[in-house]
């Protein structure tokens, strides 16, 4: 008589936040600077005749976050607390991307750090 193990029933992976969806959703979005400030974000197009859309994102002088031009964050983005578009994250990993490559420097780091010890 064969007898079989049973299975471990499989952990169900948990559902992803909205905010994490839009984060994803934010690597298909590319981003360029603007002249004279800002950055624009240009959305994916999806579908054969979708055409894909332009944002302007700048940074808000009087709240000193980004603010999109898109209708997502137009209309959920004063109700919600915390709330960023798929444009404003992608934006944020672009400015992210340039600071590492550009001006991030661990020595200097070490150095300011060393500095402040002596």
Do not use: N
């Not at 994102?57 to 798929?86: Q, V, Y």
Request: charged share 30%; with cysteine.
């Amino acid at each position: 008589m064969k007898t079989t193990a049973k299975r471990k029933p499989v952990a169900r992976i948990q559902d992803f936040t909205p905010a994490e969806q839009r984060s994803a959703r934010a690597e298909r979005v590319s981003v360029f600077e603007a002249e004279p400030y800002g950055w624009i974000a240009r959305s994916e197009a999806s579908g054969a005749r979708a055409v894909a859309r332009v944002y302007h994102l700048f940074r808000d002088p009087e709240t000193r976050e980004l603010a999109c031009t898109c209708a997502d964050s137009i209309f959920r983005g004063h109700s919600e607390p915390g709330f960023e578009c798929k444009h404003v994250a992608a934006v944020l990993k672009f400015i992210g991307r340039q600071y590492l490559r550009d001006e991030y420097d661990p020595r200097r780091q070490q150095q300011q750090q060393r500095a402040r010890v002596a």
